[in-house]
């Protein structure tokens, strides 16, 4: 895989700083039962990074004296670490939102059989990728075959409550664009997303969250060998919005990988880009637990810190605006 970072480095995107942190957002590991297109992480059937216990011990160590509001989980297939259950439950049990970013066919894995009612039992936020309501584009995008055990993991999440009218059990679906192109708006896609979804396949779902790709791992080095990565650049350059910088996720969450260290998001994380925190050149969360006052640290002494930005970062302030919660 290309080594994206020659090509990002020098950058003209203007300087970004952290507001006050309410995030956690931890990826369990690289191991997938998908090999989708557009994967930033290169996630795999093959991959063998997965977060240790020793390391998930230290995740609940944090949780308890951080404060946090919300656990944001990815992968991979986050559900695939073996350590995912007790994970949720120490969230779950601190009452902090976990949101678990599910690429449903995993729901219908074996072994997995568990996973839905687990999901549903403790109250975890799913968020699913779809990147389309057309079967033929999804399966180009994700797989053959994906599409039908995508829906399939849906109707499970439905039977369960998920999306139900008056549940407390959010399912939102993800939306990634094909080739290189922007995200259309997300509320005229939602529309149409629910009234397609509901007409061919009878499912429901909360919101329809819309990300743009990122032009860095497979998807970046897919665009190199194309001869499309200045082109891409250039849209998401031609189409930066000022306004969205302020509500870029890195300024409220910082990102663990999967052995423990601390970055700005998923994306830097993936370029090997830790967080500037506190003077470290690359900082464990064994170390920030061993902080002193370490709430305060998170949620005050985090604010107005600098965030490490590429060129990459240009695709989450493009047109609309992108974010893991959809567009800004």
Same mark, same amino acid.
């Given at each position: 895989?290309?080594? #994206?970072?020659?090509? $990002?480095?020098?950058?003209?995107?203007?300087? &970004?700083?952290?507001?006050? #942190?309410?995030?956690?957002?931890?990826?369990?590991?690289?191991?997938?039962?998908?090999?989708?297109?557009?994967?930033?992480?290169?996630?795999? /059937?093959?991959?063998?990074?997965?977060?240790?216990?020793?390391? %998930?011990?230290?995740?609940?160590?944090?949780?308890?004296?951080?404060?946090?509001?919300?656990?944001?989980?990815?992968?991979?297939?986050?559900?695939?670490?073996?350590?995912?259950?007790?994970?949720?439950?120490?969230?779950?049990?601190?009452? *902090?939102?976990? &949101?678990?970013?599910?690429?449903?066919?995993?729901?219908?894995?074996?072994?997995?059989?568990?996973?839905?009612?687990?999901?549903?039992?403790?109250?975890?936020?799913?968020?699913?990728?779809?990147?389309?309501?057309?079967?033929?584009?999804?399966?180009?995008?994700?797989?053959?075959?994906?599409?039908?055990?995508?829906?399939?993991?849906?109707?499970?999440?439905?039977?369960?409550?998920?999306?139900?009218?008056?549940?407390?059990?959010? $399912?939102?679906?993800?939306?990634?664009?094909?080739? *290189?192109?922007?995200?259309?708006?997300?509320?005229?896609?939602?529309?149409?997303?629910?009234?397609?979804?509901?007409?061919?396949?009878?499912?429901?779902?909360?919101?329809?969250?819309?990300?743009?790709?990122?032009? *860095?791992?497979?998807?970046?080095?897919?665009?190199?060998?194309?001869?499309?990565?200045?082109?891409? #650049?250039?849209?998401?350059?031609?189409?930066?919005?000022?306004?969205?910088?302020?509500?870029?996720?890195?300024?409220?969450?910082?990102?663990?990988?999967?052995?423990?260290?601390?970055?700005?998001?998923?994306?830097?994380?993936?370029?090997?880009? /830790?967080?500037? *925190?506190?003077?470290?050149?690359?900082?464990?969360?064994?170390? $920030? %637990?061993?902080?002193?006052?370490?709430?305060?640290?998170?949620?005050?002494?985090?604010?107005?810190?600098?965030?490490?930005?590429?060129?990459?970062?240009?695709?989450?302030?493009?047109?609309?605006?992108?974010?893991?919660?959809?567009?800004?």
């Amino acid at each position: 895989m290309r080594n #994206m970072l020659p090509l $990002l480095k020098k950058t003209d995107f203007p300087a &970004i700083k952290r507001a006050r #942190m309410h995030t956690l957002q931890v990826n369990l590991g690289y191991l997938c039962n998908q090999t989708c297109f557009h994967c930033h992480v290169n996630a795999g /059937p093959n991959r063998k990074e997965l977060m240790d216990e020793a390391n %998930i011990n230290l995740l609940i160590q944090l949780m308890e004296v951080s404060g946090i509001k919300t656990l944001d989980l990815t992968g991979g297939a986050p559900e695939m670490n073996p350590h995912f259950r007790k994970l949720v439950l120490a969230a779950r049990k601190l009452k *902090i939102n976990v &949101i678990d970013r599910c690429n449903l066919t995993i729901l219908q894995e074996p072994g997995y059989a568990w996973l839905a009612e687990f999901l549903a039992d403790n109250k975890v936020e799913v968020a699913a990728s779809l990147p389309c309501y057309l079967e033929d584009n999804v399966n180009a995008q994700r797989g053959d075959g994906v599409f039908q055990t995508s829906i399939e993991g849906i109707k499970k999440l439905n039977a369960l409550g998920y999306a139900a009218e008056g549940s407390k059990l959010t $399912l939102n679906l993800v939306y990634n664009p094909q080739g *290189i192109n922007l995200p259309p708006s997300q509320q005229e896609l939602e529309t149409a997303y629910k009234k397609e979804l509901l007409h061919r396949y009878d499912i429901h779902f909360n919101e329809l969250f819309t990300i743009t790709n990122q032009p *860095i791992a497979r998807f970046g080095s897919t665009l190199v060998s194309k001869g499309l990565f200045d082109e891409y #650049m250039a849209l998401l350059k031609d189409n930066f919005q000022q306004a969205n910088v302020k509500g870029v996720m890195c300024r409220t969450l910082i990102s663990i990988d999967w052995q423990g260290y601390v970055y700005d998001c998923d994306f830097n994380q993936m370029l090997g880009l /830790p967080a500037p *925190i506190e003077g470290e050149e690359k900082l464990h969360i064994a170390q $920030l %637990i061993a902080q002193e006052e370490l709430e305060t640290t998170l949620h005050q002494g985090l604010a107005g810190q600098p965030i490490t930005i590429m060129d990459h970062c240009y695709a989450c302030t493009a047109g609309q605006g992108s974010s893991c919660g959809g567009a800004l």
